[in-house]
């Protein structure tokens, strides 16, 4: 790779029918009434084919229903790229060179030209880096202020921030490949490492299997990241070790600004609230993957704090993070501000606890059927509304082999073509307490939940207390409960309410046959 940069930046010119003179300042000319033809060449007598790691050319025109051409520069044969049958009228060439890991090293674009029939036209284009490789804090904020939208930002060394870095472009900061480099704060720096602004984008994170560290001090007055416009955390990152002050240990999302986190791991911070990560009101929050753990909040969301709008789906853990001390589990906490929470394609193992302690009600949307498949927990019993799942009248949750919680939730609009209209658990332990099923439906027993116990080896004990019941329906005799499977006991625990004649139905391999204790 080192090697392919220094040819990029020693052979220059592209031209159409013309030479390549330099990666600042290069030419592409066009030809021909009924076509343009590019022809690749450089300087020296050396072909910027030889250049190796499959590094490639995507030419364009425009407008028009031409397809980009790509040149491969591994390929030592063709020299030449043609756009044939080209309209007469005005079109510019668009020029994009990619380096081997995808990364877009060089852009240029023409300036509008004609083509005539039977003429030829010329027209040239200068190629610009979009990569700078930076060595210490002040080149890379000397690059951030230089850069143009889509430019990356290669780190070379080890960097000490000692200011805020304001992002007002689109942009890109990573580590060379295979060499992994860090961010820390100087002596006496406390604010924010970067803050984001609106419009503006920032990426960080993944470079051909090398890592980029974010860390924070002791006492810090700000978060590591401050996003007005948009963060993406990508699968290299890692932001730990910021003890903020303020609200934000690694990451305060501001109203309107948006967060996307698709790897990366987010640990060992703390803040006021929102040890890992803290949402305004009006800010949204995608978690696709990466992992938020152990992280701390004095007040409230040891992981995340949502006061905005949330998205989870893909495969990610959120674990072991807390607040308000050290002892209470707090890894996601949904304020009264938060607009919508949506749970997609939540597969694997997730040991995510969702605990919420301000007054309001929280939604939980889920836009697709969710498996958990270990610990699980989402508590409202301490909030005067109930935290509610919906499941649009087309999905619902299934348990594998999880110890699942649920406190004072409402599970409502659920479906299952299968048993269990909202809640389908095999080999589960279930502590389901306070929470009401409200107008959720099954193919087959158990319109509310199933509880089944097959391969466990040993009994498992799920509770159901001072639970309601209401509008649930199944095609078997609407039984909100249907229990069953030799290693299944179900324990009712009193103060259950339903308005179906027969709530509960456990089938004879039911462990004593039937459910322990009475339904009131």
Excluded at 35 to 53: P, T
Excluded at 128 to 152: F, I, N
Excluded at 394 to 402: D, F, L, M, R, V
């Amino acid at each position: 790779m080192e090697f392919f940069k220094k040819l990029f930046l020693f052979f220059t010119a592209v031209f159409v029918s013309a030479v390549v003179a330099s990666c600042s300042d290069s030419d592409f000319k066009s030809g021909g009434g009924s076509s343009v033809v590019v022809s690749l060449s450089s300087v020296g007598g050396r072909s910027v084919f030889e250049k190796s790691d499959a590094v490639k050319f995507v030419v364009s025109i425009s407008p028009g229903a031409h397809e980009p051409i790509v040149v491969d520069l591994s390929d030592s044969v063709a020299q030449t790229v043609e756009f044939s049958s080209v309209k007469v009228g005005r079109y510019t060439v668009t020029v994009k060179a990619y380096d081997s890991d995808g990364t877009k090293c060089a852009q240029g674009t023409s300036a509008e030209f004609p083509v005539r029939s039977g003429e030829t036209s010329e027209v040239s284009v200068k190629l610009r880096c979009c990569v700078k490789d930076v060595e210490s804090w002040k080149e890379l904020s000397d690059a951030v202020d230089e850069a143009e939208d889509g430019d990356t930002i290669v780190l070379k060394e080890n960097l000490v921030a000692d200011s805020t870095l304001e992002i007002s472009k689109y942009l890109s900061i990573k580590s060379e490949p295979s060499i992994s480099h860090s961010i820390g704060r100087s002596d006496g720096f406390s604010g924010a490492v970067a803050q984001i602004s609106k419009n503006a984008s920032l990426s960080i994170g993944e470079n051909g299997g090398s890592s980029i560290t974010v860390s924070g001090s002791e006492g810090a007055e700000e978060a590591l990241f401050v996003v007005e416009g948009s963060l993406y955390v990508l699968g290299s990152a890692v932001l730990s070790g910021n003890k903020s002050q303020s609200d934000g240990g690694a990451i305060r999302v501001c109203e309107g600004g948006a967060l996307v986190v698709s790897g990366g791991i987010i640990s060992g911070n703390s803040a006021l609230n929102g040890g890992g990560i803290y949402a305004e009101s009006g800010s949204s929050v995608s978690i696709l993957g990466g992992a938020i753990e152990a992280n701390d909040a004095s007040e409230n969301g040891g992981g995340l704090f949502c006061g905005g709008s949330l998205s989870m789906s893909g495969t990610f853990t959120i674990m072991r993070n807390t607040a308000p001390d050290a002892n209470t589990v707090s890894n996601i906490y949904i304020s009264d501000s938060a607009e919508s929470v949506m749970f997609n394609s939540i597969e694997l193992g997730k040991r995510i606890s969702i605990s919420n302690v301000s007054s309001g009600a929280a939604s939980v949307m889920l836009m697709s059927d969710i498996t958990i498949t270990e610990d699980f927990e989402i508590d409202g019993s301490v909030r005067p509304s109930f935290v509610t799942i919906d499941g649009q009248g087309k999905y619902h949750i299934n348990g594998e082999g999880a110890t699942l919680v649920f406190r004072s939730v409402t599970f409502q609009n659920c479906y299952n073509n299968g048993f269990g209209g909202a809640l389908n658990l095999n080999d589960c332990a279930a502590t389901i307490t306070n929470c009401s099923f409200l107008n959720n439906s099954a193919s087959y027993r158990g319109a509310a939940i199933n509880i089944a116990g097959w391969s466990a080896g040993v009994p498992l004990e799920s509770t159901i207390t001072g639970c309601t019941f209401s509008g649930n329906k199944d095609n078997e005799g609407c039984y909100d409960i249907n229990a069953s499977g030799s290693y299944t006991h179900l324990v009712l625990g009193g103060g259950n309410s339903s308005d179906n004649a027969t709530p509960v139905i456990c089938q004879d391999e039911v462990v004593n046959g039937h459910a322990d204790g009475t339904w009131e």
